[in-house]
């Protein structure tokens, strides 16, 4: 795969971009490999409905938009492929030790640096691809975030020593991804999810499962099933969670974000 990256000052939002190009595509066209940036986003998507804040030159804000090899139901997988991808890269350009949080957060000293949001976006009856939606806070000073995130959220620049290259950087999650992508699609997710697990900060921990803000129940992250759900060990047995938000449990018995 070669990647094309497609650059915009401004957009409402990268993933919307992906989805209005691969509406309007005409036929013969492949859109496979087309990565869409901007430096800031009017209308930054988060999971779940939220809001993803995207301000003018801060971050890596770009979609990947790519026509998986898998079939539909195992796309959410490809999610996996690229935090996997991302903290890699980060490990590379800014020498940081980050860690995953389930289903695909990239965390740094254990607050948030980098979002995902896998959009499937079908354009015939049997052909879909995937819109990888991937922000990545880059320069942002703890008071440059809103109030609410700023014990939540973390960028390069408050942990690294080292200056940041945007263009290098996002070139080497592009490598990563496509590194990913491929094991996934020739490996299936057994490589990609035990290198998951290594750098996951959950497996192991006692976790809160959240959806809309009340809590469903708590237990240990005992594993990644092989359809990329969350199992959960609770008093009650083993959960499995596919669509939710997952705390982990502080010190001092509280769960964080
Ligand atoms: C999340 O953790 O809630 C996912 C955040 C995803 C944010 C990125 S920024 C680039 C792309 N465009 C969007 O509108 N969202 C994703």
């Known amino acids: 795969m070669?990647?094309?990256?497609?650059?915009?000052?401004?957009?409402?939002?990268?993933?919307?971009?992906?989805?209005?190009?691969?509406?309007?595509?005409?036929?013969?066209?492949?859109?496979?490999?087309?990565?869409?940036?901007?430096?800031?986003?009017?209308?930054g998507k988060g999971r779940l409905g939220r809001v993803w804040e995207s301000p003018s030159g801060t971050g890596l804000w770009f979609t990947a938009i790519i026509q998986p090899q898998v079939p539909m139901e195992q796309a959410s997988l490809y999610s996996f492929a690229a935090a996997v991808s991302v903290a890699e890269a980060i490990r590379q350009a800014a020498d940081l030790e980050v860690t995953l949080k389930w289903p695909n957060d990239v965390l740094l000293n254990g607050k948030k640096l980098c979002g995902i949001l896998l959009e499937l976006i079908p354009y015939s009856k049997t052909e879909y691809y995937i819109a990888i939606g991937i922000g990545i806070n880059v320069r942002q000073e703890k008071e440059d975030f809103p109030p609410e995130l700023q014990e939540k959220a973390a960028s390069l620049a408050m942990f690294s020593e080292k200056a940041i290259d945007q263009p290098a950087l996002l070139d080497t999650i592009l490598q990563q991804l496509k590194r990913t992508?491929?094991?996934?699609?020739?490996?299936?997710?057994?490589?990609?999810?035990?290198?998951?697990?290594?750098?996951?900060?959950?497996?192991?921990?006692?976790?809160?499962?959240?959806?809309?803000?009340?809590?469903?129940?708590?237990?240990?992250?005992?594993?990644?099933?092989?359809?990329?759900?969350?199992l959960v060990r609770t008093a009650d047995g083993l959960q499995r969670v596919t669509a939710a938000d997952v705390s982990l449990r502080s010190k001092d018995g509280t769960y964080g974000f």
């Open 2 to 43: 070669h990647w094309n990256i497609v650059r915009f000052d401004t957009l409402d939002s990268t993933n919307l971009e992906a989805r209005r190009m691969i509406q309007n595509q005409s036929t013969g066209q492949s859109l496979h490999g087309t990565v869409v940036t901007a430096g800031q986003q009017t209308g």
């Open 181 to 230: 992508c491929t094991q996934l699609e020739a490996q299936g997710f057994a490589p990609l999810r035990d290198q998951w697990k290594a750098w996951s900060a959950i497996i192991g921990q006692e976790v809160s499962v959240q959806q809309y803000g009340n809590v469903l129940y708590t237990g240990i992250a005992e594993d990644i099933a092989m359809d990329g759900s969350l």
